[in-house]
Protein backbone atom coordinates (compact mmCIF):
# COMPACT_ATOMS: atom_id res chain seq x y z
CA UNK A 1 0.00 0.00 0.00
CA UNK A 2 1.40 3.08 -1.34
CA UNK A 3 0.96 6.38 0.89
CA UNK A 4 1.99 10.21 0.58
CA UNK A 5 5.21 9.28 3.20
CA UNK A 6 6.48 6.95 0.31
CA UNK A 7 6.42 10.19 -2.16
CA UNK A 8 8.14 14.05 -2.19
CA UNK A 9 5.80 16.37 -3.75
CA UNK A 10 7.30 18.89 -4.95
CA UNK A 11 6.49 20.49 -8.37
CA UNK A 12 3.69 18.34 -8.31
CA UNK A 13 0.06 19.17 -8.87
CA UNK A 14 -1.99 16.85 -6.45
CA UNK A 15 -5.40 15.85 -7.22
CA UNK A 16 -6.62 15.04 -3.91
CA UNK A 17 -10.05 12.93 -3.83
CA UNK A 18 -11.65 14.21 -0.03
CA UNK A 19 -14.53 13.70 1.68
CA UNK A 20 -15.95 16.89 1.91
CA UNK A 21 -19.50 15.74 2.46
CA UNK A 22 -20.38 17.65 5.34
CA UNK A 23 -23.52 19.03 7.02
CA UNK A 24 -24.54 22.62 6.50
CA UNK A 25 -26.80 24.63 8.42
CA UNK A 26 -29.19 26.61 6.92
CA UNK A 27 -27.16 29.17 6.24
CA UNK A 28 -24.84 27.29 4.82
CA UNK A 29 -22.54 27.03 7.42
CA UNK A 30 -20.72 23.74 8.13
CA UNK A 31 -22.47 21.92 10.99
CA UNK A 32 -20.00 19.30 11.67
CA UNK A 33 -16.30 19.86 10.34
CA UNK A 34 -15.12 16.40 11.46
CA UNK A 35 -14.19 15.11 7.87
CA UNK A 36 -12.51 18.65 7.00
CA UNK A 37 -10.04 18.53 9.92
CA UNK A 38 -9.68 14.90 9.06
CA UNK A 39 -8.08 15.54 5.79
CA UNK A 40 -5.98 18.36 6.72
CA UNK A 41 -2.75 16.80 7.40
CA UNK A 42 -2.83 15.00 4.51
CA UNK A 43 -3.07 18.50 2.45
CA UNK A 44 -0.13 19.73 4.52
CA UNK A 45 1.74 17.14 3.39
CA UNK A 46 1.83 17.64 0.33
CA UNK A 47 2.14 21.26 0.32
CA UNK A 48 5.24 20.67 2.92
CA UNK A 49 6.67 19.30 0.34
CA UNK A 50 6.43 22.14 -2.42
CA UNK A 51 3.46 20.46 -4.66
CA UNK A 52 0.25 23.03 -5.23
CA UNK A 53 -3.23 20.98 -4.05
CA UNK A 54 -6.44 20.57 -6.67
CA UNK A 55 -8.95 19.53 -4.14
CA UNK A 56 -12.25 17.25 -5.27
CA UNK A 57 -14.85 16.18 -3.82
CA UNK A 58 -19.05 15.46 -3.68
CA UNK A 59 -21.26 17.38 -0.89
CA UNK A 60 -25.06 15.61 -0.55
CA UNK A 61 -26.92 13.68 -3.27
CA UNK A 62 -27.52 16.23 -6.16
CA UNK A 63 -30.43 15.60 -8.62
CA UNK A 64 -30.30 17.38 -11.24
CA UNK A 65 -26.99 19.43 -12.03
CA UNK A 66 -25.80 23.03 -9.99
CA UNK A 67 -28.13 23.33 -6.49
CA UNK A 68 -27.15 25.64 -4.57
CA UNK A 69 -27.27 24.00 -1.27
CA UNK A 70 -25.11 21.34 -2.46
CA UNK A 71 -22.38 23.76 -3.19
CA UNK A 72 -18.86 23.17 -2.63
CA UNK A 73 -18.28 27.26 -2.14
CA UNK A 74 -19.89 27.19 1.40
CA UNK A 75 -16.81 25.52 2.51
CA UNK A 76 -13.93 27.97 1.47
CA UNK A 77 -14.26 30.07 3.72
CA UNK A 78 -13.79 27.88 6.32
CA UNK A 79 -11.04 25.80 4.62
CA UNK A 80 -9.13 28.68 4.33
CA UNK A 81 -9.14 29.37 8.20
CA UNK A 82 -8.27 25.75 8.71
CA UNK A 83 -5.13 26.51 6.51
CA UNK A 84 -4.22 29.73 7.12
CA UNK A 85 -4.13 30.55 3.21
CA UNK A 86 -6.05 31.30 0.54
CA UNK A 87 -8.53 28.47 -0.92
CA UNK A 88 -9.21 28.98 -5.30
CA UNK A 89 -12.63 28.22 -6.13
CA UNK A 90 -13.52 26.59 -9.93
CA UNK A 91 -17.07 27.27 -10.16
CA UNK A 92 -17.29 23.85 -12.68
CA UNK A 93 -15.13 20.44 -11.73
CA UNK A 94 -14.07 20.36 -15.33
CA UNK A 95 -13.72 22.51 -18.36
CA UNK A 96 -12.09 25.46 -19.31
CA UNK A 97 -12.18 27.58 -15.92
CA UNK A 98 -11.05 24.82 -13.85
CA UNK A 99 -8.22 23.79 -16.45
CA UNK A 100 -6.67 27.08 -16.16
CA UNK A 101 -7.28 27.63 -12.63
CA UNK A 102 -4.78 24.38 -11.94
CA UNK A 103 -2.61 25.51 -14.72
CA UNK A 104 -1.47 28.41 -13.15
CA UNK A 105 -1.62 26.84 -9.48
CA UNK A 106 1.97 27.99 -7.88
CA UNK A 107 4.28 25.32 -5.14
CA UNK A 108 1.96 25.43 -2.27
CA UNK A 109 -1.23 26.93 -3.68
CA UNK A 110 -4.46 25.65 -3.27
CA UNK A 111 -7.82 25.35 -5.19
CA UNK A 112 -11.24 23.47 -4.44
CA UNK A 113 -13.31 22.13 -7.46
CA UNK A 114 -16.97 22.78 -7.80
CA UNK A 115 -19.42 19.84 -6.35
CA UNK A 116 -18.40 16.52 -8.09
CA UNK A 117 -21.80 14.83 -8.23
CA UNK A 118 -22.88 17.72 -10.10
CA UNK A 119 -22.54 15.83 -13.18
CA UNK A 120 -23.88 12.33 -13.55
CA UNK A 121 -20.91 10.69 -14.70
CA UNK A 122 -19.49 11.46 -11.73
CA UNK A 123 -21.73 8.61 -10.22
CA UNK A 124 -22.07 6.46 -13.08
CA UNK A 125 -18.32 6.10 -12.95
CA UNK A 126 -18.00 7.59 -16.75
CA UNK A 127 -14.41 7.48 -18.41
CA UNK A 128 -14.45 10.71 -20.50
CA UNK A 129 -15.67 12.78 -17.09
CA UNK A 130 -12.89 10.63 -14.75
CA UNK A 131 -10.28 11.67 -17.80
CA UNK A 132 -11.05 15.58 -17.79
CA UNK A 133 -10.66 15.57 -14.00
CA UNK A 134 -7.04 13.79 -14.57
CA UNK A 135 -6.16 15.85 -16.78
CA UNK A 136 -6.26 18.79 -14.51
CA UNK A 137 -2.92 17.07 -12.19
CA UNK A 138 0.01 15.03 -12.59
CA UNK A 139 -0.50 13.20 -9.53
CA UNK A 140 -3.47 10.98 -7.69
CA UNK A 141 -4.10 10.82 -3.88
CA UNK A 142 -7.24 9.65 -2.38
CA UNK A 143 -7.90 10.25 0.49
CA UNK A 144 -11.60 9.54 0.92
CA UNK A 145 -12.32 6.37 2.88
CA UNK A 146 -16.40 7.39 2.97
CA UNK A 147 -16.53 6.78 -0.87
CA UNK A 148 -14.05 3.76 -1.20
CA UNK A 149 -16.99 1.34 -1.96
CA UNK A 150 -17.99 2.84 -4.37
CA UNK A 151 -16.80 3.18 -8.04
CA UNK A 152 -17.29 6.60 -9.60
CA UNK A 153 -14.89 8.50 -11.46
CA UNK A 154 -12.95 10.62 -8.91
CA UNK A 155 -12.36 7.58 -6.92
CA UNK A 156 -11.87 4.67 -8.48
CA UNK A 157 -12.04 4.96 -12.56
CA UNK A 158 -9.52 8.17 -12.66
CA UNK A 159 -6.85 5.99 -10.86
CA UNK A 160 -5.85 4.65 -14.31
CA UNK A 161 -4.44 7.74 -15.61
CA UNK A 162 -1.72 7.71 -13.44
CA UNK A 163 0.26 5.10 -13.79
CA UNK A 164 2.27 5.01 -10.77
CA UNK A 165 1.78 8.59 -9.68
CA UNK A 166 -1.00 7.79 -7.42
CA UNK A 167 -1.70 6.42 -3.66
CA UNK A 168 -3.42 6.94 -0.56
CA UNK A 169 -3.67 9.46 2.04
CA UNK A 170 -3.34 9.85 5.48
CA UNK A 171 -6.97 9.48 6.34
CA UNK A 172 -7.36 6.32 3.85
CA UNK A 173 -3.80 4.63 4.99
CA UNK A 174 -5.24 4.89 8.35
CA UNK A 175 -8.41 3.28 8.03
CA UNK A 176 -7.43 0.25 5.94
CA UNK A 177 -4.24 -0.45 8.25
CA UNK A 178 -6.89 -0.49 11.00
CA UNK A 179 -9.15 -2.87 9.43
CA UNK A 180 -7.11 -4.86 8.21
CA UNK A 181 -5.84 -5.58 11.59
CA UNK A 182 -9.15 -6.67 13.19
CA UNK A 183 -9.76 -8.86 9.72
CA UNK A 184 -6.52 -10.09 8.64
CA UNK A 185 -4.22 -10.01 11.92
CA UNK A 186 -6.52 -10.25 15.09
CA UNK A 187 -5.83 -11.63 18.26
CA UNK A 188 -8.18 -14.55 20.02
CA UNK A 189 -10.13 -13.76 21.60
CA UNK A 190 -11.97 -12.35 19.00
CA UNK A 191 -15.52 -10.69 19.56
CA UNK A 192 -17.95 -9.32 17.11
CA UNK A 193 -20.55 -7.05 18.74
CA UNK A 194 -23.69 -6.49 16.41
CA UNK A 195 -26.55 -4.01 16.58
CA UNK A 196 -28.60 -1.76 15.11
CA UNK A 197 -32.01 -1.43 14.09
CA UNK A 198 -32.22 -4.33 11.32
CA UNK A 199 -30.78 -7.67 10.53
CA UNK A 200 -30.85 -7.02 6.51
CA UNK A 201 -28.41 -4.72 6.77
CA UNK A 202 -25.86 -6.70 8.72
CA UNK A 203 -26.50 -10.02 7.34
CA UNK A 204 -22.95 -10.24 4.88
CA UNK A 205 -20.98 -8.74 7.23
CA UNK A 206 -22.49 -11.23 10.23
CA UNK A 207 -21.64 -14.26 7.46
CA UNK A 208 -18.37 -13.25 6.70
CA UNK A 209 -17.64 -12.81 10.32
CA UNK A 210 -18.17 -16.27 11.53
CA UNK A 211 -15.05 -17.20 9.31
CA UNK A 212 -13.14 -15.30 12.21
CA UNK A 213 -14.81 -15.01 15.62
CA UNK A 214 -14.80 -16.47 18.77
CA UNK A 215 -17.92 -14.69 20.01
CA UNK A 216 -20.88 -12.70 17.90
CA UNK A 217 -23.10 -10.75 20.21
CA UNK A 218 -26.36 -9.50 18.95
CA UNK A 219 -28.02 -6.79 20.14
CA UNK A 220 -30.58 -4.02 19.36
CA UNK A 221 -33.81 -3.99 17.10
CA UNK A 222 -31.85 -7.35 15.24
CA UNK A 223 -32.08 -9.11 18.16
CA UNK A 224 -35.79 -9.87 18.01
CA UNK A 225 -36.14 -11.21 14.82
CA UNK A 226 -33.84 -14.45 16.05
CA UNK A 227 -36.17 -14.80 18.81
CA UNK A 228 -38.61 -15.02 16.77
CA UNK A 229 -36.57 -17.68 14.78
CA UNK A 230 -36.45 -19.42 17.95
CA UNK A 231 -40.20 -19.70 18.35
CA UNK A 232 -40.37 -16.88 20.92
CA UNK A 233 -43.02 -14.02 21.58
CA UNK A 234 -41.35 -10.62 20.94
CA UNK A 235 -44.38 -8.24 21.38
CA UNK A 236 -44.79 -5.40 18.97
CA UNK A 237 -40.68 -5.42 19.06
CA UNK A 238 -38.95 -4.88 15.62
CA UNK A 239 -38.98 -8.27 13.16
CA UNK A 240 -37.81 -8.73 9.70
CA UNK A 241 -40.29 -11.72 9.03
CA UNK A 242 -38.60 -12.44 5.77
CA UNK A 243 -35.30 -13.03 7.55
CA UNK A 244 -36.72 -15.53 10.20
CA UNK A 245 -35.46 -18.44 7.83
CA UNK A 246 -32.32 -16.37 7.46
CA UNK A 247 -31.69 -16.08 10.79
CA UNK A 248 -32.33 -19.50 11.97
CA UNK A 249 -29.63 -20.73 9.51
CA UNK A 250 -26.81 -18.12 11.04
CA UNK A 251 -27.48 -19.79 14.23
CA UNK A 252 -27.52 -23.62 12.86
CA UNK A 253 -24.14 -22.17 11.21
CA UNK A 254 -23.08 -20.82 14.48
CA UNK A 255 -23.26 -23.95 16.68
CA UNK A 256 -21.55 -26.00 13.47
CA UNK A 257 -18.44 -23.50 13.41
CA UNK A 258 -18.30 -23.36 17.09
CA UNK A 259 -18.78 -20.17 17.70
CA UNK A 260 -20.03 -18.47 20.89
CA UNK A 261 -23.26 -16.99 19.74
CA UNK A 262 -24.47 -14.57 22.35
CA UNK A 263 -28.53 -13.01 22.15
CA UNK A 264 -29.71 -11.03 24.52
CA UNK A 265 -31.07 -12.95 27.42
CA UNK A 266 -33.89 -9.68 28.37
CA UNK A 267 -35.00 -6.33 27.32
CA UNK A 268 -36.28 -3.19 28.96
CA UNK A 269 -39.20 -2.75 27.35
CA UNK A 270 -41.82 0.09 26.04
CA UNK A 271 -45.59 0.59 25.58
CA UNK A 272 -44.24 3.09 22.67
CA UNK A 273 -41.37 4.32 20.75
CA UNK A 274 -41.03 7.41 23.33
CA UNK A 275 -38.55 8.11 25.80
CA UNK A 276 -41.66 8.78 27.62
CA UNK A 277 -43.23 5.48 27.72
CA UNK A 278 -44.45 2.93 29.82
CA UNK A 279 -40.80 1.08 30.82
CA UNK A 280 -40.74 -2.64 31.34
CA UNK A 281 -38.49 -5.47 31.63
CA UNK A 282 -38.83 -8.67 29.55
CA UNK A 283 -37.53 -11.89 28.91
CA UNK A 284 -37.10 -11.94 24.93
CA UNK A 285 -38.69 -15.40 24.55
CA UNK A 286 -41.86 -13.81 26.67
CA UNK A 287 -41.96 -10.03 25.77
CA UNK A 288 -45.91 -9.07 26.15
CA UNK A 289 -47.79 -8.68 23.45
CA UNK A 290 -48.40 -4.88 24.12
CA UNK A 291 -44.53 -3.38 24.21
CA UNK A 292 -41.77 -3.51 22.14
CA UNK A 293 -38.08 -3.82 22.84
CA UNK A 294 -36.22 -0.91 22.79
CA UNK A 295 -32.95 -1.59 24.56
CA UNK A 296 -30.77 -4.80 26.24
CA UNK A 297 -31.53 -5.70 29.41
CA UNK A 298 -29.78 -6.23 33.10
CA UNK A 299 -29.19 -9.68 32.50
CA UNK A 300 -27.59 -9.29 28.89
CA UNK A 301 -25.82 -6.23 29.84
CA UNK A 302 -23.35 -8.25 32.51
CA UNK A 303 -23.25 -11.33 29.96
CA UNK A 304 -22.03 -9.05 27.11
CA UNK A 305 -19.69 -6.66 29.28
CA UNK A 306 -17.80 -10.16 30.94
CA UNK A 307 -17.50 -11.52 27.11
CA UNK A 308 -16.52 -8.05 25.96
CA UNK A 309 -13.74 -7.63 28.59
CA UNK A 310 -12.07 -11.10 28.06
CA UNK A 311 -11.61 -10.70 24.55
CA UNK A 312 -8.42 -9.45 22.25
CA UNK A 313 -9.85 -8.00 19.29
CA UNK A 314 -12.90 -6.17 19.67
CA UNK A 315 -15.50 -4.74 15.91
CA UNK A 316 -17.94 -2.99 17.19
CA UNK A 317 -20.68 -2.22 14.85
CA UNK A 318 -24.50 -1.10 15.62
CA UNK A 319 -25.84 0.18 19.13
CA UNK A 320 -27.40 -2.25 21.58
CA UNK A 321 -30.85 -0.14 21.68
CA UNK A 322 -32.57 2.99 21.06
CA UNK A 323 -29.53 5.01 22.57
CA UNK A 324 -30.80 8.19 21.63
CA UNK A 325 -33.17 7.86 23.98
CA UNK A 326 -32.04 8.18 27.36
CA UNK A 327 -33.83 5.55 28.53
CA UNK A 328 -32.89 3.03 26.00
CA UNK A 329 -29.21 4.01 26.02
CA UNK A 330 -28.03 2.08 29.14
CA UNK A 331 -27.13 -1.47 27.22
CA UNK A 332 -25.22 0.60 24.43
CA UNK A 333 -23.47 2.54 27.17
CA UNK A 334 -22.58 -0.87 29.10
CA UNK A 335 -21.15 -2.32 25.95
CA UNK A 336 -19.10 1.21 25.48
CA UNK A 337 -17.74 0.44 28.93
CA UNK A 338 -16.87 -2.96 28.58
CA UNK A 339 -15.00 -1.96 25.16
CA UNK A 340 -13.10 0.76 26.65
CA UNK A 341 -12.19 -1.71 29.95
CA UNK A 342 -11.16 -4.21 27.20
CA UNK A 343 -8.87 -1.70 25.59
CA UNK A 344 -7.30 -0.75 28.74
CA UNK A 345 -6.39 -4.51 29.25
CA UNK A 346 -4.52 -4.28 25.81
CA UNK A 347 -7.54 -5.47 23.22
CA UNK A 348 -7.60 -3.69 20.07
CA UNK A 349 -11.07 -2.46 19.74
CA UNK A 350 -12.55 -0.75 16.51
CA UNK A 351 -15.93 1.06 16.42
CA UNK A 352 -17.00 1.34 13.35
CA UNK A 353 -20.46 2.22 11.32
CA UNK A 354 -22.39 5.58 11.66
CA UNK A 355 -23.82 4.86 14.65
CA UNK A 356 -21.84 3.30 16.70
CA UNK A 357 -19.54 5.53 16.24
CA UNK A 358 -22.10 8.51 17.35
CA UNK A 359 -22.63 6.31 20.22
CA UNK A 360 -19.09 6.04 21.37
CA UNK A 361 -19.08 9.97 21.41
CA UNK A 362 -22.26 10.25 22.81
CA UNK A 363 -20.60 8.33 26.06
CA UNK A 364 -17.11 10.62 25.64
CA UNK A 365 -15.15 7.28 25.13
CA UNK A 366 -14.03 8.54 22.02
CA UNK A 367 -10.41 8.58 22.78
CA UNK A 368 -10.45 5.30 25.05
CA UNK A 369 -10.96 2.99 22.08
CA UNK A 370 -8.10 1.61 19.79
CA UNK A 371 -10.32 3.24 16.50
CA UNK A 372 -13.72 4.74 15.85
CA UNK A 373 -13.76 4.67 11.67
CA UNK A 374 -15.21 7.21 9.92
CA UNK A 375 -15.92 4.81 7.17
CA UNK A 376 -19.80 4.01 7.61
CA UNK A 377 -20.80 1.63 4.65
CA UNK A 378 -17.10 1.44 2.66
CA UNK A 379 -16.01 0.02 6.43
CA UNK A 380 -18.68 -2.51 6.00
CA UNK A 381 -18.37 -3.35 2.75
CA UNK A 382 -15.05 -4.09 3.63
CA UNK A 383 -15.90 -6.58 6.66
CA UNK A 384 -18.42 -8.10 4.24
CA UNK A 385 -15.19 -9.37 2.00
CA UNK A 386 -15.85 -7.31 -0.71
CA UNK A 387 -12.85 -5.90 -2.38
CA UNK A 388 -13.46 -1.98 -2.56
CA UNK A 389 -13.39 -0.05 -5.62
CA UNK A 390 -11.26 2.84 -4.18
CA UNK A 391 -8.84 0.35 -2.89
CA UNK A 392 -8.87 -1.97 -5.72
CA UNK A 393 -8.04 0.94 -8.33
CA UNK A 394 -5.18 2.22 -6.86
CA UNK A 395 -3.44 -1.23 -6.62
CA UNK A 396 -3.98 -2.17 -10.14
P1 LIG B 1 -28.19 0.84 12.17
O1 LIG B 1 -28.11 2.10 11.34
O2 LIG B 1 -28.75 -0.33 11.46
O3 LIG B 1 -26.90 0.55 12.89
O4 LIG B 1 -29.28 1.14 13.27
C1 LIG B 1 -29.12 2.14 14.23
C2 LIG B 1 -30.46 2.48 14.77
O5 LIG B 1 -31.07 1.34 15.33
C3 LIG B 1 -30.40 3.50 15.87
O6 LIG B 1 -30.98 4.70 15.41
C4 LIG B 1 -31.22 2.90 17.00
O7 LIG B 1 -32.12 3.80 17.58
C5 LIG B 1 -31.96 1.78 16.32
N1 LIG B 1 -32.30 0.69 17.24
C6 LIG B 1 -31.49 0.02 18.05
N2 LIG B 1 -32.16 -0.87 18.80
C7 LIG B 1 -33.44 -0.76 18.44
C8 LIG B 1 -34.64 -1.41 18.87
N3 LIG B 1 -34.61 -2.35 19.82
N4 LIG B 1 -35.80 -1.06 18.28
C9 LIG B 1 -35.82 -0.10 17.33
N5 LIG B 1 -34.73 0.54 16.89
C10 LIG B 1 -33.56 0.21 17.45
Known sequence: MKTID???????????????NVPLNKDYSIADDTRIQAVIPTIQKIRKDG??????????????????KYSLKHVVAHLSDLLNCKVNFADDCIGNDAKE??????????????????????????????????SLGNFYVNDAFGTAHRAHASTAVIAQFFSDHKCFGYVMARE?????????????????IMGGAKVSDKLLIIESLMDKVDNLIIGG??????????????GKSLVEEDRVELCKEIMLRAKTKNIHFLLPYDSITANAFSNDAVISEADNMNIPD?????????????????????????????????????????GTKAVAVAVVEATDKGAFT?????DSAAAIAKFGFENKVSYVSTGGGALLEYFEGKGLPGIDAMNS
Not at 177 to 192: G, H, Y
Not at 300 to 319: E, H, Q
Open 6 to 20: DFNFADKKVLLRVDF
Open 101 to 134: MSEALQAKELMLLENLRFYPEEEKGDLEFAKKLA
Open 290 to 330: DVMGLDIGAMARKTFYDVIVKSKTVLWNGPMGVFEMSNFAN
Open 176 to 192: IANADKVMNSFERPFTA
Open 221 to 234: GMAYTFFKAMGGKV
Open 51 to 68: GSVILMSHLGRPKTGHEE
Open 350 to 354: LIGGG
